[in-house]
């Protein structure tokens, strides 16, 4: 019998395993990503990049408040925001099924509490 020898590696294996490796870490990232507290967040076609950390409200389409996704009770923002730097940035993650009128209550709030650099987070189109 004639052996013949073998010149190549079976990279296959090596492949399947990067592949795999691959969907585990895509998938980790995506939740990793993603905010604790499910919110719909509305679309625009320009988006700022802030740089500096925020403060984040999150306002969900049942009217909850949570504040970098630590749950407010009614009445309980001025309390949350109380020892917070005036100077600091606010984001607004409001659903987009929220009421209008609840999501400008909840900015003139904020506003009013000293906060000028209040802005809304949005998904880019």
């Not at 795999?20 to 509305?42: D, E």
């Not at 802030?50 to 001025?78: A, C, M, Q, W, Y």
């Not at 917070?84 to 009013?112: I, M």
Request: glycine share 4%; no cysteine; hydrophobic share 50%.
């Amino acid at each position: 019998m004639d052996r013949q020898q073998v010149d190549q590696i079976n990279v296959i294996p090596l492949v399947d395993v990067m592949l795999v490796l691959l969907v585990i870490v895509l998938t980790t990232a995506t939740f990793i990503s993603t905010g604790q507290i499910p919110v719909n967040l509305a679309k625009a076609k320009s988006v700022s990049d802030r740089k500096d950390v925020p403060l984040v409200i999150t306002l969900t389409s049942e009217g909850h408040l949570f504040l970098n996704d630590k749950p407010i009770p009614d009445d309980g923002l001025p309390a949350a925001l109380g020892e917070e730097s005036r100077d600091a940035a606010v984001v607004v993650r409001a659903d987009k099924v929220t009421v209008l009128e609840r999501f400008v209550a909840l900015v003139d709030e904020v506003r009013g509490l000293g906060f000028q650099q209040v802005s809304l987070e949005v998904i880019r189109l």
